[in-house]
């Protein structure tokens, strides 16, 4: 038994609030419905005692998944969509979703369909999201789409997955050289710099350029700080403008050690899963490229889908100018040209995600392998710097000496 604080409306128009103390949301709002109050706000007396950390705590997609395969199982068992907010809502773990979770019931209860509730939280639910559970109301299979939506939240989280485990390795090692560096700059360059005072004369161009690194890093260290951090705020900055995020797209693309060709097969496979879902759902196609186009994550996919929209309007096709746009192999656009000739375009679509995510497996296992030995290069070729620039005065004296 808990007690909870509630906030109601009485049908005069008169505000009311008070305490119970029952077994859970659902048990007060029953309450209050049976003594013919509206219900605005039911929560747990003691809630306001939790420390809320909300910077250390964000929604990640796998419990949006959890969250949505759980709703369309209750939405199937024939439970309605209200009853079933108030059961997620005493489950849901993260704090930040529960919070929406709430804000989504109170607007059902308003009266707002659940695809209007939560196209309020575009920061949650994307366009996906919202498009899918919009169509499943209209087609009476919400529960169907939602499980669709499921499913393709949990690939890409899969995806995603799959690209960070591959980028943990380089991560690590360029964490751990970057340490390296930095003590040996900061540490053993100046003992060495003692040593080269008693020599006299000049220092060779590369133990010059590392002995004035060795200076701004131990005596100006605030400066690296402040210079990273601008560097960082500048280009966090840059990304999130249109014409940065463009450039950022198109470098993503082409960089090497086959980054770029990873990138492109995760903008496909997401691209083609997610527009093979809202075309099964039952969402216009209109609507579907363009939802499509602003979650594929690559401005390069989005202003293919500018030109498909333009060429579905005009009555063309959308393998046409698939096949003229770069970001697109030429085999997405001839299956997809075949799936329209013969009406199994969300088949032929979900082919074309399949077989791009198991290239994407590969490739990351691929990119690995390649990563390994690029690492260990670029690791001894800075520790072999600061050697050998430290040791070239020595060799001087020595051949003088001689």
């Known amino acids: 038994m808990s007690t909870y604080v509630w906030k109601a409306m009485e049908l005069t128009g008169a505000q009311a609030k008070g305490e119970v103390d029952a077994e859970s949301k659902q048990s007060v709002s029953d309450q209050l419905k049976a003594r013919g109050l509206i219900v605005l706000d039911i929560a747990d007396k003691h809630r306001s005692r939790e420390i809320n950390l909300s910077f250390l705590n964000r929604v990640k997609i796998t419990d949006i998944a959890v969250m949505t395969r759980q709703l369309a199982t209750m939405v199937s068992s024939g439970m309605t969509i209200l009853r079933a907010l108030y059961v997620l809502e005493e489950q ?24 209007d509730a939560i196209a309020r939280h575009p920061k949650i639910f994307n366009p996906l999201y919202v498009a899918m559970a919009q169509a499943g109301e209209t087609g009476g299979i919400l529960d169907e789409a939602l499980v669709r939506t499921a499913d393709e939240l949990e690939k890409e989280d899969s995806l995603r ?27 053993l360059v100046p003992v060495f710099v003692g040593v080269f005072k008693q020599f006299g004369g000049s220092l060779p161009l590369i133990t010059q350029i590392t002995v004035d690194i060795s200076k701004v890093v131990t005596g100006y260290w605030y400066l690296l700080f402040l210079g990273t951090a601008g560097v960082v705020w500048g280009f966090i900055k840059w990304k999130k403008s249109d014409r940065g995020r463009a450039q950022w797209d ?46 594929a994550g690559n401005t390069q996919v ?101």
């Open 92 to 115: 849901t773990e993260n704090k930040i979703l529960c919070e929406t979770l709430v804000q989504v019931r109170k607007d059902v209860e308003a009266g707002l369909s659940l695809s």
């Open 161 to 187: 997955r799959q690209i960070r485990s591959a980028m943990v390795y380089p991560a690590v090692v360029l964490t751990f050289a970057l340490l390296v560096l930095l003590v040996l700059v900061a540490f």
């Open 250 to 295: 198109t470098f993503k693309l082409r960089v090497p050690f086959k980054i770029g060709d990873i990138v492109q097969k995760v903008a496909i496979a997401r691209w083609s899963r997610t527009l093979a879902a809202l075309t099964t759902g039952g969402v216009p196609i209109l609507n579907a490229l363009d939802i499509t186009g602003r979650t």
């Open 302 to 402: 989005e202003q293919a889908m500018a030109g498909v929209i333009d060429s579905v309007k005009r009555g063309g096709t959308i393998a046409g100018p698939l096949k003229e746009a770069p970001v697109f192999p030429g085999m997405v656009g001839h299956m997809v040209g075949v799936g329209e000739e013969t009406g199994a375009l969300d088949t032929m679509l979900s082919k074309i995600a399949d077989f791009y995510e198991d290239q994407v497996e590969a490739a990351v296992k691929s990119l690995t392998s390649i990563l390994e030995p690029v690492m260990i290069i670029l690791v001894g070729g800075m520790v072999g710097f600061i050697v050998i620039a430290m040791y070239m005065p020595l060799f001087k004296v020595y051949d003088q000496i001689r």
